[in-house]
């Protein structure tokens, strides 16, 4: 690949990424995935589902999240229901890549 063609797929990836108003907005989405992560992570462990534990975990997952962390984000993948929220996750993946 020239320098070029490399300016060009530059070029193109900057201004298709998604604009923080978009990304702060797929946040907001998929928040409600969140909990669900939480309760399922509260089992696997065999910890008390309080209201404690729940917020902490979801303090950390909605970090997750914002950070882009792979594994959160499939497992969210796997969980969304709709179209909407698939669309919003992707767009966290490319905002975060």
Same mark, same amino acid.
């Given at each position: 690949?020239?320098?070029?063609?490399?300016?060009r797929k530059?070029?193109?990836?900057? +201004? !298709? %990424?998604?604009?923080? /108003?978009?990304?702060? @907005?797929?946040? =907001? &989405?998929?928040?409600?995935?969140?909990?669900?992560?939480?309760?399922?992570?509260?089992?696997?462990?065999?910890?008390?589902?309080?209201?404690?534990?729940?917020?902490? +975990? !979801? %303090?950390?997952?909605? /970090?997750?999240?914002? @950070?882009?962390? =792979? &594994?959160?984000?499939?497992?969210m993948w796997?969980?969304?229901?709709?179209?909407?929220?698939?669309?919003?996750?992707?767009?966290?993946?490319?905002?975060?890549?």
């Amino acid at each position: 690949m020239n320098l070029q063609e490399s300016i060009r797929k530059i070029l193109r990836e900057e +201004l !298709n %990424k998604p604009s923080e /108003k978009e990304f702060e @907005e797929a946040i =907001n &989405d998929v928040k409600v995935i969140i909990p669900l992560i939480s309760h399922r992570i509260l089992h696997d462990k065999n910890m008390e589902h309080n209201e404690e534990n729940i917020t902490k +975990l !979801n %303090k950390i997952l909605l /970090k997750k999240v914002k @950070e882009g962390d =792979n &594994d959160i984000l499939d497992e969210m993948w796997e969980l969304a229901g709709s179209a909407l929220m698939k669309n919003a996750i992707n767009i966290i993946t490319f905002y975060t890549k």
